[in-house]
């Protein structure tokens, strides 16, 4: 069996650079670093390495006294981020003296017992090098760097890991990785919330609360399913610059990283264009596809509407989508939870199906029989074979035949339709590539017909 990856907690005061620290080891902008303070929302995690040893990264929110019933919920994350974690890195800053917010952290990392090392950043600004009154926090371990001259990390990693164990592999199984897209305050968090079975993503009434991509793991029917919750993307007139523009890229990342997104739908408000242009992206990249339909407990209780005639009403909207599945939910009661997972395994399913090459000619002489090729500019295209690229992640096949070029775009779309019939690829996308047949490429794939 493979062995559970450790995991660094990284806690600290608002902007004393954790997501800098956060990016700066895993080389790629996952946190949002802004010099607003408190940028980072949600606790998220990604897999790091260093020297070839893997383990968990994880970012935490900026400590302090909570104010409402939102910044509690951001607090006891970073307990949970603190209980979790098999080493704490408690980060601070040179250039200001210990404040009561950095006692009381490093009083809630002391008391896990669990291995904390104090990370004092940007001493490229302190005035005073001798930092010898940061011992009275009580921590043993302490380290001195700069984020932004990347001073002292290496020394930090090289001590973390004589404590950790060392793990070579990346992770022990293949996961199904899903996102969950949608404009603000569809519901995003609360169904991620309610698939991880834990209070993992902040939720709240106001709208954009979550600003990072926030990830968690499930097991259903031995088989891993990692969630990504992501940032709502507004209209492009309503995108804030800064902070919120990269989180709409980070959306955008998580579905290009995705094997199936979710586009959730708010019930009360079903006829936004917005919505469409998130399915045409979603398809664009070429993922799988579940329209979920949230808050239906409340929907239901106002109008007398059924969930047929909101799927007539979706069927016309995202006709450029058919083969997208639609499920009603609602988080609150967690109706058709358990059939959500259901239809991830399915999708999954249906993107790694290999046919046989005989069977796929079968289909396509059938095809042609019933309706042959209709051709641009008076030209008379003719198909001869098909055949399926194995190493793709998504169902795709390549058509070789004479004028292929002159196909109308209505018959590739009856092509890839007659092809759905006859073979389950329901939720997600379908690739064909029409390619101008010669002598080499008919002999070459001819002779891997089973």
């Known amino acids: 069996m493979a062995r559970k990856l450790p995991i660094i907690a990284i806690v600290g005061r608002a902007n004393v650079g954790k997501s800098s620290l956060f990016n700066n080891i895993l080389k790629q902008k996952y946190a949002v670093v802004a010099k607003e303070a408190g940028t980072t929302r949600d606790s998220i995690a990604e897999k790091a390495s260093y020297r070839g040893n893997y383990f968990w990264l994880v970012d935490t929110a900026g400590a302090k006294d909570p104010e409402d019933q939102f910044e509690l919920t951001i607090q006891d994350q970073i307990k949970e981020a ?15 003296p210990i404040t009561d917010d950095d006692r009381k952290i490093a009083k809630l990392a002391l008391r896990n ?25 009580g921590i043993k371990d302490i380290y001195k760097i700069s984020v932004v001259q990347n001073k002292g990390i290496e020394v930090l990693l090289e001590n973390t890991l004589d404590i950790i164990p060392q793990i070579k592999s990346s992770s022990d199984v293949d996961s199904i990785k899903v996102s969950l897209i949608g404009r603000p305050n569809v519901g995003k968090s609360s169904l991620f919330n ?46 804030q610059v800064g902070v919120e523009k990269f989180s709409v890229l980070r959306t955008l990342w998580a579905i290009e990283k995705s094997n199936i997104c979710l586009l959730l739908i708010d019930a009360n408000e079903l006829n936004v264009k917005l919505d469409e242009k998130l399915a045409g992206l979603i398809k664009e990249a070429s993922k799988g596809l579940i329209i979920v339909i949230t808050k239906w407990d409340a929907y239901e209780e106002k109008t007398p509407y059924s969930s047929d005639s909101i799927i007539k009403l979706l069927k016309n909207n995202f006709d450029f989508v058919p083969w997208a599945p639609v499920i009603f939910t609602s988080s609150v009661s967690g109706q058709n939870v358990t059939k959500l997972f259901d239809l991830i395994l399915e999708i999954n399913h249906n993107q790694q199906r290999k046919l046989k090459t005989s069977e796929l000619n079968s289909w396509l002489k059938q095809a042609i029989q019933a309706h042959p090729p209709a051709g641009l500019k008076n030209r008379n295209p003719k198909l001869n074979y098909i055949t399926q690229e194995k190493d793709n992640t998504i169902p795709s096949f390549k058509i070789f035949g004479s004028q292929t070029k002159f196909i109308h775009w209505s018959y590739k779309r009856y092509l890839e339709h007659s092809l759905r019939d006859q073979f389950d690829f329901s939720g997600c996308s379908v690739e064909l590539w029409f390619i101008e047949k010669n002598k080499r490429n008919f002999e070459k794939y001819n002779s891997k017909e089973e």
């Open 194 to 239: 309610t698939l991880a079975r834990k209070q993992q993503a902040i939720v709240a009434d106001k709208a954009g609360t979550t600003r990072d991509v926030n990830k968690t793991s499930v097991r259903y029917n031995n088989t891993k399913i990692e969630f990504m919750d992501t940032a709502g993307i507004r209209r492009n007139g309503k995108i």
């Open 82 to 96: 603190v209980i979790g974690a098999d080493v704490i890195w408690m980060l601070t800053e040179a250039n200001i």
């Open 113 to 137: 017992n669990k291995r904390v090392m104090l990370v004092i950043n940007k001493i490229d600004q302190a005035h005073n090098q001798n930092l010898d009154y940061f011992e009275r926090l």
